[in-house]
């Protein structure tokens, strides 16, 4: 996939394009973490059952996953169900899962095709048996793909990733019987997202601010982006605007402004 590819599929003079072509393809951010939210709403104002919007919501996945690999983005990580999403009714919770396994089913030949891996961020044991092994099955088909890295946060929560994260240093510890210098990087080693880029860019559906738990420790220094939009509306043309405005931001990471830089 390519940035030809964009132009292409983007019609001269149409919002995308012009939205497009203010996007500088030199500055993209490395890693785009998305909170989809708002499928609940967007179907109740529809008149629909919330699960509608859930289905709806993958063919903003795909168009999202799709245009984050024509652009060169690296890495995608998408929030899908997170540790406390256990609460919403069996009904809901079971149409989430045959909806993962499906978009994989079907998409899969589409990943390979353009090179996307994909993998999982989050307690995949304690998923359904016929989950994982649909996640894992995608997990060993893309693994040599070097293209995107699209993460699914899945029965993800931040707070357990860090939790698991200190269980994982105790028992190697234990193991060796030494305890280790804790530092930064060495605890980011025990993270789920070990070698993956911190996300840049935040991106929140449906109007909330709020974290909701996830990427909490990956998230210090992102730019968050919210937009009002619901997530099954949510399209390219969105993404080109969270970029366009991620562009403009000044990250100083606890320095001072470059604008403001002294040159003495
Ligand atoms: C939040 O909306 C959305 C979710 C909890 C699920 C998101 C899942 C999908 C879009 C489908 C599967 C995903 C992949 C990656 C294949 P909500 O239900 O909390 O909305 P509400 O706040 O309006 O109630």
């Known amino acids: ?87 919403r009714p069996r009904s809901e919770v079971d149409v989430l899962m045959k909806l993962l396994k499906q978009y994989l089913r079907l998409e899969l030949s589409t990943l390979m095709k353009n090179d996307i891996r994909f993998q999982v961020l989050g307690r995949l044991s304690e998923l359904p048996g016929d989950v994982v092994s649909e996640l894992e099955a995608g997990m060993e088909r893309t693994r040599d793909n070097r293209g995107l890295l699209f993460n699914i946060a899945l029965n993800y929560g931040g707070r357990a990733e860090i939790t698991d994260a200190c269980q994982r240093i105790v028992n190697e510890a234990l193991a060796c019987g030494e305890a280790p210098k804790i530092d930064e990087a060495f605890f980011a080693q025990r993270l789920y997202t070990a070698g993956i880029a911190d996300p840049d860019l ?23 982006w919210v937009t009002d939009t619901f997530w099954p509306d949510f399209r390219k043309r969105e993404l080109f605007e969270a970029i366009i405005d991620f562009q403009k931001r000044d990250r100083r990471y606890g320095g001072i402004a470059a604008s403001t830089r002294s040159t003495a």
């Open 1 to 87: 996939m390519s940035r030809q590819d964009i132009l292409d599929s983007t019609e001269e003079g149409s919002i995308e394009r012009q939205l497009f072509e203010k996007i500088d393809i030199s500055r993209l951010p490395a890693h785009i973490a998305v909170i989809m939210d708002g499928n609940g709403r967007w179907a109740k104002g529809r008149g629909l059952p919330r699960v509608e919007g859930h289905r709806s919501g993958i063919a903003s996945v795909r168009e999202i996953v799709e245009t984050c690999a024509r652009l060169d983005v690296p890495i995608l990580t998408l929030y899908a169900f997170s540790v406390e999403n256990w609460k």
């Open 202 to 224: 935040m991106i929140r559906t449906s109007g909330e601010l709020r974290i909701s738990n996830f990427l909490l420790w990956q998230i210090a220094y992102s730019e968050i």
